[in-house]
T-cell receptor
Framework: AQSVAQPEDQVNVAEGNPLTVKCTYSVSGNPYLFWYVQYPNRGLQFLLKYITGDNLVKGSYGFEAEFNKSQTSFHLKKPSALVSDSALYFCAVREASGTYKYIFGTGTRLKVLA | DTEVTQTPKHLVMGMTNKKSLKCEQHMGHRAMYWYKQKAKKPPELMFVYSYEKLSINESVPSRFSPECPNSSLLNLHLHALQPEDSALYLC????????????????FGPGTRLTVT
């Protein structure tokens, strides 16, 4: 069965510092991996994805994520955090050869402190 | 245009009411989804339509009835809801599996905030 884990409910980081939001996954085949961000009372917004190829993927707003197959991880990173990055972040996975079913992690609240 | 629109933004309904949520996209996506999201929780998949046919029903109670009139529109009909059904209802779309090179990221609408009284 597919699963996604986001081990941190909340991550606090000072503005200007690098940030990391962690995600690990479990799928039976090759994964498609995604990061989404949600601001209060809004829908989810797609940030980036890993499908195949380079393990470091770049996305919107300066975010990037590193796919690590051996550790089954897909951590979200940004070199320099902004206060406006404060939001709820979801990691999601679906099997490359599967159906339309996406599994979301429980979410990590990112707080960037000025 | 990467926009998914949802109407209404807010809905308050009694337990005996019948109402509908609407979702529209014009990205040519052939998969459309309904999710339910409680506060500070991840979205929970309810239904998936693929090429206008119901592909996934996550054992959702029959008081929720989805409809996909065409490839751009998705409705969710509500009847005899319970207070615990109060939540943010999100619509999403993605390319269909028959699309070449498709990687299936989902595009979400802003949601309908539903309150059942």
């Amino acid at each position: 069965a597919q699963s996604v884990a986001q081990p941190e409910d909340q991550v606090n980081v000072a503005e200007g510092n690098p940030l990391t939001v962690k995600c690990t996954y479990s799928v039976s085949g090759n994964p498609y991996l995604f990061w989404y961000v949600q601001y209060p009372n809004r829908g989810l917004q797609f940030l980036l994805k890993y499908i195949t190829g380079d393990n470091l993927v770049k996305g919107s707003y300066g975010f990037e994520a590193e796919f690590n197959k051996s550790q089954t991880s897909f951590h979200l990173k940004k070199p320099s955090a902004l206060v406006s990055d404060s939001a709820l972040y979801f990691c999601a996975v679906r099997e490359a050869s599967g159906t339309y079913k996406y599994i979301f992690g429980t979410g990590t609240r990112l707080k960037v402190l000025a | 245009d990467t926009e998914v629109t949802q109407t209404p933004k807010h809905l308050v309904m009694g337990m005996t009411n019948k109402k509908s949520l609407k979702c529209e996209q014009h990205m040519g996506h052939r998969a459309m989804y309904w999710y339910k999201q409680k506060a500070k929780k991840p979205p929970e998949l309810m239904f998936v339509y693929s090429y206008e046919k119901l592909s996934i029903n996550e054992s959702v109670p029959s008081r929720f009835s989805p409809e996909c009139p065409n490839s751009s529109l998705l409705n969710l009909h509500l009847h005899a809801l319970q207070p615990e059904d109060s939540a943010l209802y999100l619509c999403a779309s993605s390319r269909g599996t028959r699309s070449e090179g498709s990687s299936y990221e989902q595009y979400f609408g802003p949601g309908t905030r539903l309150t059942v009284t």
